[in-house]
């Protein structure tokens, strides 16, 4: 069955420090893969997206993720973390290619919490 | 900019009334869908609409239904709501690629 599993719930990190939080998922055809941001009261934003090509994605507000097919992951990686930064992220998956309707899968959601 | 609206932003109901959840979105997406949000299990799809009168089910549909009349409208109807339908409710449309969603409706049912 497809899934996406985001196995840290709660990170805390200080300010300046890096960042990554981790996704993996199962999915039997070619992933299309998503990191959303979820500010507190807000709807999801969208910080990036891999359909193909280049593994290491970059995405908005200085994030970026990479692909890694051997081991089903799309971890997000932020060098610096800004305290503006602490909210809510989820992983998403969707079908690729032919079957892509559009329909994604999402992981429980890491809350990112940041220290002064 | 695209942009999903949704009716309220919060939403106190008492068990067993009616409820419409409302979304407009103003980019001629065909693909409409609605979520529900609750901690620790992420999002999970309700409904989907891929066209006008075009519905599919989501992933957990039970106590849910929908309804799209107009291209950019797409309604979440709870029959009967009950209080296990307390949740964070998030509509999106689509381009190809790329979901966007709305800033979601916090829904209580006492």
């Known amino acids: 069955a497809q899934s996406v599993t985001q196995p840290d719930i709660h990170i805390t990190v200080s300010e300046g420090a890096s960042l990554e939080l981790r996704c993996n998922y199962s999915?039997?055809?070619?992933?299309?893969l998503f990191w959303y941001v979820q500010s507190p009261g807000q709807g999801l934003q969208l910080l990036l997206k891999?359909?193909?090509?280049?593994?290491l994605v970059q995405g908005i507000k200085g994030f970026e993720a990479e692909f890694k097919r051997s081991q089903s992951s799309f971890n997000l990686r932020k060098p610096s973390v800004h305290w503006s930064d602490a909210a809510e992220y989820f992983c998403a998956v969707g079908a690729g290619g032919s079957g892509n309707t559009g329909k994604l899968i999402f992981g429980q959601g890491t809350t990112l919490q940041v220290k002064p | 900019d695209v942009k999903v609206t949704q009716s309220s932003r919060y939403l106190v109901k008492r068990t067993g009334e009616k409820v419409f959840l409302e979304c407009v979105q103003d980019?001629?997406?065909?693909?409409m869908f609605w979520y529900r949000q609750d901690p620790g299990l992420g999002l999970r799809l309700i409904y989907f609409?891929?066209?006008?009168?075009?519905?599919e089910k989501g992933d957990i549909p039970e106590g849910y239904s929908v309804s799209r009349e107009k291209k950019e409208r797409f309604s979440l109807i709870l029959e009967s709501a009950s209080t296990n339908q307390t949740s964070m409710y998030l509509c999106?449309?689509?381009?190809?690629?790329?979901?966007?969603f709305g800033p979601g409706t916090r829904l209580t049912v006492t």
């Open positions: 999106a449309s689509r381009t190809r690629y790329e979901q966007y």
């Open positions: 609409s891929y066209d006008v009168k075009m519905k």
């Open positions: 980019m001629d997406h065909e693909n």
């Open positions: 891999y359909f193909s090509g280049d593994t």
């Open positions: 999915y039997g055809a070619t992933p299309y």
